[in-house]
């Protein structure tokens, strides 16, 4: 079973039809049993990184995701499920899980292509990711697949070796990482159609192993 965590941040019932339509069992809950005793856990969110590590908190769930990545389960954080995963994040100054060294800052609202046009903030609609690493997760997208972003926060890993793909959006930004039996994607797959799909199909057969 792949356990989708609930953690009051919204848009978990699209990933859990995402799931189940590929043909994998899955359950969105918070319990602690039932999370230990998952094969895969998702680590969905929308909103804001204050208010998420608040919510983890309070149902303890901010103990359990570092238990869980030390034990070796395969895990997808998407969105602010990977953000939180950092150090820090600008978005109200908020002091994150620590499982991946780094933080996540905000776009400037004056970042622009080289034609000197001012892009919105959000970062929201369809763009291209490069997948700089062969991870099993990532495999199967033909180069300049495109994936469905909502975001101002983009993060900044500590160790580029993490960077598993980038976006250009003004910068050149990390939108996809990888560590040991972990991913993680700044877009949302289950809202990316085929290549979104391919995403979560790889990591609902993933082992945990970066081979």
């Known amino acids: 079973m792949i356990a989708i965590l609930d953690y009051k941040a919204g848009n978990l019932t699209s990933v859990e039809r995402a799931v189940r339509h590929l043909g994998f069992a899955c359950k969105i809950t918070n319990s602690h049993e039932e999370i230990r005793k998952a094969e ?3 680590f969905p969110g929308v909103g804001a990184a204050g208010k998420s590590m608040e919510s983890l908190a309070e149902l303890g769930l901010d103990k359990i995701l570092p238990e869980l990545f030390a034990s070796g389960v395969p895990i997808l954080g998407i969105c602010v499920g990977l953000q939180v995963l950092f150090d820090f994040s600008e978005e109200n100054l908020t002091n994150c899980l620590g499982i991946l060294p780094g933080e996540v800052r905000r776009f400037s609202e004056k970042i622009g292509p080289a034609d000197g ?6 970062h929201m609609g369809w763009n291209a990711v490069e997948f700089i690493i062969d991870h099993p997760v990532f495999r199967g997208n033909p180069a300049g697949s495109e994936f469905y972003f909502v975001h101002s926060y983009y993060p900044r890993p500590a160790d580029q070796k993490m960077a598993a ?3 250009e959006y003004g ?4 939108s996809a ?3 040991r039996n972990l991913v993680a994607v700044q877009f949302h797959p289950e809202k ?3 290549p979104g799909l391919r995403l979560l199909d790889n990591f609902c057969r993933w082992s945990g192993s970066s081979v």
């Open 40 to 42: 895969r856990v998702i």
């Open 117 to 122: 046009k001012t892009l919105k903030i959000p």
């Open 165 to 167: 793909g980038m976006t």
């Open 171 to 174: 910068i050149s930004f990390t």
């Open 177 to 179: 990482v990888a560590h």
């Open 192 to 194: 990316s159609g085929k």
